[in-house]
Every structure is written in C-alpha cells, then in structure tokens.
T-cell receptor, first 113, second 110 residues
Framework: DTAVSQTPKYLVTQMGNDKSIKCEQNLGHDTMYWYKQDSKKFLKIMFS???????INETVPNRFSPKSPDKAHLNLHINSLELGDSAVYFCASRDRGTNYGYTFGSGTRLTVV | GENVEQHPSTLSVQEGDSAVIKCTYSDSASNYFPWYKQELGKRPQLIIDIRSNVGEKKDQRIAVTLNKTAKHFSLHITETQPEDSAVYFC?????????FGKGNQVVVIP
C-alpha cells in the first residue's frame, strides 16, 4: 500500500491549459502539503492544509488553487499554465501533533510546452 | 520564518571515506531536524532525524549532531558506498512546517 500517492506521475501540457494533480494519503495524518521542486532541486513550500483548513499559503500565483475535500486528500489545480510552472510537484503529509518528518509522495513531473 | 542554510552544495568522496554535511538554522523555536535523501528521479526519503533535546543520534553508518546554542546541525556518513550517492536535504521545523536547505549533491567515487 502506497502511503502518499500522487497522480499523474508525468504531465505534459501546453501553455494556457488548466490541469490538476491529485494526492491521497492513507497514514491517518492530519496535515498535507504541496511543495515545488525546481531544476536546481530546491524544495519550496506552496500550501499546507490541516484537517481541511488552509494553514500555509506562500507567495504563489493565484493560478494555483489547492482543494482539500477531506484530511486524506489534497489536490492542486493550476490555471493558465506557464512555461515557468514546469517542475516536479511533491505532495507530503505529516501528523502535526507528533511533529515528525513528512512522508512524500512520488512526485508529479509537470512539463509545460 | 525559518531559514536553513546548507553547505557545501556538492561533495565528492572516495568510497570508504566519510562525508559531512553541515546546516544552520535561524529560528530558535525550531525543535525538530530531519534529514532527507533524494535519489535521482525519486522522492525525498527520511533517513534520520533529531529533536532539540538530544545532541547526537546514530543509526548504523549515519549520525546527526545538533548544537542548539550555535544553531547548527550536521549529517555524518561513514564508510561511504556508491549507493550513498544522492542529494541530501536538511530541514528544521516548528509545529507548522519544515523549512528545507537547498540540498547537497553527494557523489561517492568507487
């Protein structure tokens, strides 16, 4: 059983399109995150939800909108995709109360052409 | 917010030698310090962590040390093997989020 699963694994799309990435965790964690990893490998936090409530919203363009229907799911929708959005997007989860490390999903490699 | 600095950015070592990666953090409220290993094309995976009430922790060939006063922590890998080649990230956390360093590319030369 995969603990944190993301779909799709690869996404190639044209500029201007709208796309979504889905994330699900079966660890019973209460907090989920989206990170963007650029070509230089830097992991930059984008959003965090705790029990469906948005708790972290970094300086991210409005074209990015997270949605958490329940604490086991955190999806990322991106409107009007741009070339600079090309990156690997990682979902992660943790149990905020115990303050342990994240468990990462396998990543979604987004390529905008 | 928390700022984590990590050096060096790349490190090449001969197989069997030791590798040390150092990180500093800025927020004295941070109390949890994990290390992640990311192999090419894969997800970051937790390899070892330490809490602020502990100065050192060891797990086989990997050890982490923490100096709270100086706000720095280090990862030590002994008897390096080719499979240790990866990008290593340090991170520091309060209860809300992990702030990551920029990563360190470790290359173990056979």
């Amino acid at each position: 059983d995969t603990a944190v699963s993301q779909t799709p694994k690869y996404l190639v799309t044209q500029m201007g399109n709208d796309k979504s990435i889905k994330c699900e965790q079966n660890l019973g964690h209460d907090t989920m995150y989206w990170y963007k990893q650029d070509s230089k490998k830097f992991l930059k936090i984008m959003f965090s939800y705790n029990n469906k409530e948005l708790i972290i919203n970094e300086t991210v363009p409005n074209r990015f909108s997270p949605k958490s229907p329940d604490k086991a799911h955190l999806n990322l929708h991106i409107n009007s995709l741009e070339l600079g959005d090309s990156a690997v997007y990682f979902c992660a989860s943790r149990d905020r109360g115990t303050n342990y490390g994240y468990t990462f999903g396998s990543g979604t490699r987004l390529t905008v052409v | 917010g928390e700022n984590v600095e990590q050096h060096p950015s790349t490190l090449s070592v001969q197989e069997g030698d030791s590798a040390v990666i150092k990180c500093t953090y800025s927020d004295s409220a941070s109390n949890y310090f994990p290390w992640y290993k990311q192999e090419l094309g894969k997800r970051p995976q937790l390899i070892i962590d330490i809490r602020s009430n502990v100065g050192e922790k060891k797990d086989q060939r990997i050890a982490v040390t923490l100096n709270k006063t100086a706000k720095h922590f280090s990862l030590h890998i002994t008897e390096t093997q080719p499979e240790d080649s990866a990008v290593y990230f340090c991170a520091a956390s309060d209860s809300n989020r992990l702030a990551f360093g920029k990563g360190n590319q470790v290359v173990v030369i056979p």
